[in-house]
């Protein structure tokens, strides 16, 4: 082809090295994070944030002259600064050779010291919303935003701040509490008999949950807390067998919604604890693993001596 | 020979005339796969990542579709088709020089002048004189017209383009045409770069045959294909390109286009024929330069045997000897096996058919009677070879060949073919009484002759001069019923056709009676050996004092 055919292949060639080498430096280098991430955030959106990593977080804290109006909601100037921080925050962390599994995102009132607006991410879920493996409302949902006073990431208030590094587990514990309190909020069925106060939380690692269930455990357990409002405590008292069910079964939807969302086991056992009641339900791993797969309902984990569980899994507990 | 050349200030322009398309598609290639990095330079590596990630995806996703759009498209619009695969022949690749043109002198004494006109246009058009367009190459088949018009191209040292006519046509109508304006745009781009360009049009019938004008329109597609030729020719074209269009074509001149013959389009025409004796000596010499061969080998002897053979057939016989040679064990080629290879390709290969021997005995006596009859009778031809193993339909054969090229057929020379072909009708009957159905295409030969010697070349005895089958019916364009010949002139003209064959048969008949001896004799040989090579056949003459050359030279 006009002698032409090995210039235009030589071509090819350099033009596919330096496509492939194009895809091999990160835009964020880990020794120039912080100072990238300053510099995105005040060149781009013209907003001065600190930025402070702790093991496997990064944390980007906002102060902002007025994050509430005077009617204590958020100004409405705000949301596109944030929007701003958080953009910035996801592209960095996104582009970075950093090892780092979580962000969070603080807003401070500076009128009103205390005052904070937190948003935390696992930066997988963005990688995820980015490759199209996430629907965005799931992606909502694995979002936690809080709003309040002194939330507790950043601990004391001195310049530079102290972050506080998130960890899986209690990541997760927020987020079963969120879903399950956000269903019985949402859903009809579960609205009508049940008014849930709040949903609370929390792992405990295996030396706080060694001395429940006798054994020695290697991970920890999921402690999942309903609390009811007190104007219904008479009625709850009065709830039957079925009820339970129903509270149950919405629980376990959220807890297994989020562990096999995550593809997370590195716990032993999930407790749900209903203070209205003094029911505490607690399920090892694999009871749960069998619920899941349908193996057993919710009839016979109310039940326990109705069900022949293999002997490896026997550490169903039914405390009252 | 040199290579041409590009006018240096028409290069550039003539590499991208030539080659727009593909430098545009190259261009733009390049365009885009510099935006395509910038692009991703300026992205974020996430980003970046993700979007090399899909790159594979993306790419066969893209060969797919076009896979899919291109065979949709070949099979939705058929004409896709016709554009595919019609490829033409550069001038880089034709190299053959003068001295590779052999047998054909006079073709190439003429060919040379054109070269030299095409060398010295510049001139020429000074002067006013008219440039040649094009060239018409004619002749038999197998006589080098493709090879002289690549010896044009070489000697004038300037771009070739060849296409076979035939590639230009197609189903579709238009296409034709199509193809014709592109390889005139390429030749007159080429002209443009080089100054001239050859276009080569081989088997030029195919297109350039007298255009037909009917109601149906069967024969459009050719029409528009060869009107398209007489336009780009000498038509109304802006451009006056160097482009001289050299046609090459076995069809007689009646079957091309008038228009096409007309000056200014194939302005000169070059017959290319078969080769005579001294120019077949040199392609001997040639041939044989490519093979190992028997030193002691005659080359005359190999040239006065091959009368009427083109070089193609020449070199044919050479490669076929090469074969019998190597499949005997033999280091080179002898004369033997030269005169097999023209055997096998003259008369085909042999096969064993299993005959009676009384079948036998008439075959030989049949083909003893053509020879001997041969020997005596004819004044033009030599046997070479007689036989009665099969060869295709036949149980047997004489091969004879003309001494000398002969372009006319005397009425000596037909009286004598006649006789020999009625020969083994008389030695069947004259020995056996009887005769067999093996005359038929004898007879049928005789009666072709003799019938064209009254009909046609007024060679009677009856004073009927003319061309009598003009005048028949089938002939004229009436039917049979609409004869202008009266009943009682075909009666006589038939008459006349038979007494010939009458004279013809008895002087065979005496012959025979006479050399019954020889006919005999020849007989007993073809029974025992099968095959009698020309020294065999000229030794048993000799032996009975009747030789030919002996009685030429007494009579001398």
Redesign the interface.
């Known amino acids: 082809m006009l002698g032409v055919s090995n210039g235009v292949k030589r071509f090819v060639l350099l033009m596919g090295c330096m496509l492939f080498l194009a895809g091999c430096s990160p835009t964020y280098p880990k020794h120039q994070l912080i100072a990238s991430l300053t510099e995105l955030c005040k060149k781009e959106y013209g907003v001065d944030v600190s930025v402070q990593i702790a093991g496997k977080t990064l944390g980007v804290m906002v102060p902002l002259e007025k994050l509430l109006d005077s009617t204590l909601k958020l100004s409405p100037d705000v949301g596109d600064k944030l929007d701003g921080v958080i953009l910035a925050t996801s592209r960095v962390v996104l582009s970075t050779d950093h090892p780092l599994d979580f962000y969070v995102v603080v807003a401070q009132d500076k009128r009103i010291p205390g005052i904070e607006l937190r948003l935390t991410r696992y930066i997988q879920d963005i990688r995820r919303l980015n490759y199209g493996d996430l629907s965005r409302t799931e992606y909502t949902k694995r979002m936690l935003l809080d709003f309040g006073i002194g939330l507790g990431v950043f601990s004391g208030k001195e310049e530079p701040f102290h972050l506080e590094e998130v960890r899986m587990e209690q990541f997760l514990a927020t987020q079963i509490a969120r879903r399950i309190k956000t269903a019985f909020e949402e859903e009809s069925q579960l609205k009508e008999g049940f008014e849930i106060k709040t949903v609370h939380g929390k792992f405990l690692p295996h030396q706080e949950a060694a001395d429940w269930g006798g054994k020695e455990k290697r991970f920890g357990r999921f402690v999942i807390t309903l609390e009811a409002r007190e104007r219904l405590m008479g009625l709850l008292e009065t709830l039957g067998s079925e009820d339970e069910e129903r509270l149950l079964g919405a629980s376990l939807e959220g807890i297994l919604d989020v562990l096999q969302g995550y593809h997370f086991s590195a716990f032993d056992s999930v407790e749900i604890k209903l203070p209205f009641l003094d029911h505490s339900f607690i399920l090892g791993r694999d009871v749960l693993e069998l619920y899941r797969r349908k193996k057993i309902g919710l009839a016979q984990l109310l039940s326990p001596n109705n069900f022949n569980l293999p002997s490896y899994d026997a550490e169903l507990l039914l405390k009252k | 020979m040199p290579k041409p050349m590009p006018i240096k200030s028409h290069r550039f322009r003539m590499f991208f005339m030539m ?1 727009r398309l ?1 430098i545009i598609i ?1 261009f733009s290639i ?1 365009l885009l ?1 510099v935006f ?2 910038w692009g ?2 300026s992205l ?7 979007t ?1 990630a899909q ?1 594979p995806i993306s790419v066969m996703l893209s060969g797919i579709s076009a896979a899919v759009f291109v065979f949709m498209y070949l099979i939705g619009f058929g004409r896709g088709l016709a554009n595919v695969g019609k490829r033409t022949i550069k001038g880089s690749e034709v190299d053959v020089k003068w001295s590779d043109v052999i047998g054909m002198e006079e073709a190439k004494i003429e060919a040379m002048e054109v070269v030299q006109l095409m060398k010295d246009r510049a001139r020429l058009k000074k002067i006013g004189g008219k440039i040649v367009r094009g060239l018409l190459l004619v002749g038999p088949p197998g006589c080098g017209k493709t090879y002289l018009a690549k010896a044009i191209a070489t000697e004038a040292g300037i771009p070739f383009i060849a296409m076979a006519a035939s590639e230009f046509n197609e189903i579709f109508v238009g296409v034709g045409s199509s193809r014709v304006r592109k390889l005139f745009d390429k030749a007159r781009t080429l002209a443009y770069g080089y100054g001239a360009c050859v276009l080569f049009i081989d088997e030029l019938d195919a297109i350039g045959r007298s255009r037909t004008f009917n109601m149906f329109g069967g024969a459009q597609e050719t029409n528009t294909t060869q009107n398209q030729l007489l336009v780009e020719m000498d038509g109304l074209n802006e451009k006056d390109a160097n482009v001289i269009v050299i046609g090459a074509t076995n069809a007689a001149e009646g079957v091309l286009d008038a228009a096409l013959l007309r000056p200014g389009r194939f302005d000169r025409k070059i017959f290319v024929g078969r080769p005579n004796l001294e120019e077949r000596e040199k392609l001997f010499a040639y041939y044989l330069g490519k093979v190992k061969y028997d030193s002691t080998l005659d080359v005359g002897r190999l040239a006065r045997k091959s009368v009427y053979k083109s070089p193609a057939d020449i070199e044919n016989i050479i490669k076929e000897s090469a074969l019998i040679a190597t499949r005997k064990g033999k280091d080179t080629v002898e004369y033997k096996d030269l005169s097999e290879a023209m055997e096998r390709i003259d008369m085909g290969l042999k096969h064993r058919v299993h005959m009676t021997p009384e079948e036998r005995k008439i075959t030989a006596y049949h083909e003893s009677g053509h020879l001997v009859t041969l020997y005596f009778l004819h004044p033009t031809d030599d046997v070479f070879k007689a036989s009665i193993i099969a060869r295709g339909e036949a149980l047997g054969v004489v091969h004879h060949q003309p001494r000398e090229e002969w372009h006319t057929d005397s009425r000596d020379k037909l009286l004598a073919d006649i006789k020999v072909s009625l020969a083994g009708y008389v030695a069947e009957k004259f020995k056996f009484g009887v005769t067999s159905n093996g005359v038929a295409a004898d007879f049928r030969n005789a009666m072709a002759k003799a019938s064209a010697m009254v009909w046609q070349y007024g060679m009677g005895t009856n004073g009927f001069l003319g061309d009598y089958t003009l005048l028949t019916g089938f002939t004229a364009g009436r039917d049979s019923t609409n004869d202008l010949l009266s009943d009682r002139l075909k009666y006589e003209l038939n008459m006349e056709t038979n007494r010939i064959l009458q004279e013809c048969l008895k002087e065979v008949e005496g012959l025979l009676k006479k050399e019954e001896k020889i006919l005999d004799r020849f007989a007993g040989e073809l029974l025992q050996k099968e095959e009698l090579e020309y020294d065999e056949i000229e030794a048993i003459f000799v032996e009975y004092g009747r030789s030919r050359s002996s009685s030429s030279s007494k009579s001398s």
């Open positions: 080659h593909k190259l390049f796969i395509s990095i991703l330079m974020e590596s996430f980003y970046r990542n993700m090399l790159l």
